[in-house]
């Protein structure tokens, strides 16, 4: 604040003060400040709490209307909310924003809750008003939590906050679409570790929690074959390494040798396919301790330090055996609930490894029911889909609303596509976007873009997810009230 009258201005006196003291209030600001005011009240919403059957008149309005969104039923068979954050610090309200606020793809979701008879009201989450949000959330029936992850941070809040409250509303007998748990163990890449021994795992992936483990048994798989190296907290295949001797001297059998400190790796970073050369010791030195002198000199954009905090803090590595067969690209299943609604091949561009977005990999669109995925299609979803949850320790959850499965050819080639054995290389629930609603999100070229800039065709297709998934909500919440019979 300025030095001015305005520091004595407190915010419960501005509807007692007369028209002089306000302008004196003014009047002790920088030219900074005032613009900021004059930003802030330009942003302020114009809409009312979003209407439905529960009363959300306590929390903060930060979008200017409900644009597309479907009336409330007068008598739902379950009271929902959509929860999203607006960043304030980030232009648009983040990368995620329609120019009212909402995240783009926000009235498929409620529209598809509301088309099954519930009711789903949008509400955002500020960090300031913590407390009144969660008793408000207490009223709902369900919750999907739609805030991307870092947002909450970047508005200056508390993710480990949210998720404390967030699991309690989960305890009470609220169900939350993802929850937190689940967000974390589906999310966390020793996930493969506990599919290993699926039709969808490799027996021989390996988690690591310590820096002892790791030393050792990394020089063991590295001498074995070569392996792809996997980091807990990356993004986008920052932290994921794939990796080979670049003596090629490989023993014939696992356990037959380890690697010395001095060996040679050749090494790829799936952010973006560049390549780097390092010993076996710098290279385990740069992921316990990061660029230090015994690490050598790196180019990777990543820091390393992929133990920091210890396994409660999710400092882990995953040891996997690189499978060749991914320079022909991998599969994202798209996933609503225990049913498959597309499917993407990503291949990677000539030369590539990684088809992660952003390095020039194209991606090819297929049906759900696409033939020459029929085998793995049925395999996932009939034998070890069911098994899943269960695996990482999530009985008593629900197969998350929208995610989806990244699975990766570790068959060699000649291989009858029957046979063809396809493993999981990430499973991802946490704010997965619906890509038919991209027209919908503000950037620098399109600073208005609204639900109404989705193409007809585009806005089908999405209400088309929304309504599945609106089926497959409310069969979770009958099943949930059924048990508690």
Known sequence: ??????????????????????????????????????????????????????????????????????????????????????????????????????????????????GAGMSCQLIHYVQEEHDKFFEVCKNFDFIIVRCNPGQIKADGGDQGKFDTSMKLIRKAGIQVW?????????????????????????????????????ATGFKKTMAFQPRVIKQNRGSSGEGIWIIKLKAANYCATFGERSCEGDEVLTLFEANDNHEEEHTVAEFIEFCVSGRTDESGT????????????GKDAGGQIVDQRFCPRIVEGELRYNQIGDA????????????????????????????????????????????????????????????????????????????????????????????????????????EDTPNATYDDISAEDKAEANKYGTLMGTKALGIMEASMASKK
């Open 298 to 309: 790196w180019t990777s954009k990543g820091v390393g330090k992929y133990l920091e905090g």
């Open 178 to 214: 993802p929850s937190p748990d689940v967000m974390e163990k589906m999310g966390a890449k020793d996930a493969l570790c506990k599919v290993a021994t699926m039709n969808i795992g490799l027996e021989d992936t390996l988690a690591y929690y310590s820096e002892e483990d790791f």
């Open 340 to 443: 498959v609604v597309g499917i993407i091949h990503k291949k990677p561009k000539e030369g590539g490894i990684s088809a992660v977005g952003g390095t020039g990999s194209i991606y090819t669109y297929y049906e759900a029911d696409e033939p020459k995925f029929a085998s793995l299609t049925e395999n996932f979803l009939k034998t070890d889909l069911p098994l899943i949850m269960p695996a990482l320790g999530l009985a008593e959850e629900p197969v998350p609303l929208w995610w989806t499965t990244d699975f990766i050819l570790a068959s060699p080639e000649g291989t009858a596509t029957a046979d063809e054995k396809w493993i999981v290389g990430e499973f991802n629930c946490s704010c997965v976007g619906i890509s038919k609603c991209l027209a919908a999100y503000c950037k």
């Open 1 to 114: 604040m300025g030095s001015g009258a305005s520091s004595e201005m407190k915010p419960g006196q501005v509807s007692e003060a007369t028209m002089e003291e306000l302008t004196a209030a003014l009047e002790g600001l920088s030219p900074e400040e005032r613009q900021r005011i004059k930003d802030a009240l330009g942003a302020v919403s114009t809409a009312d709490p979003c209407p439905g059957p529960v009363d959300c008149s306590s929390l903060s309005v930060v979008v200017t209307d409900y644009n597309g969104l479907l009336p409330q039923p007068a008598e739902p068979k379950f009271k929902g909310a959509l929860c999203q954050i607006y960043v304030r610090s980030q232009p648009y309200g983040g990368s995620d924003k329609s120019s009212n606020g909402h995240r783009y793809d926000s009235i498929p979701f409620a529209n598809g809750m509301i």
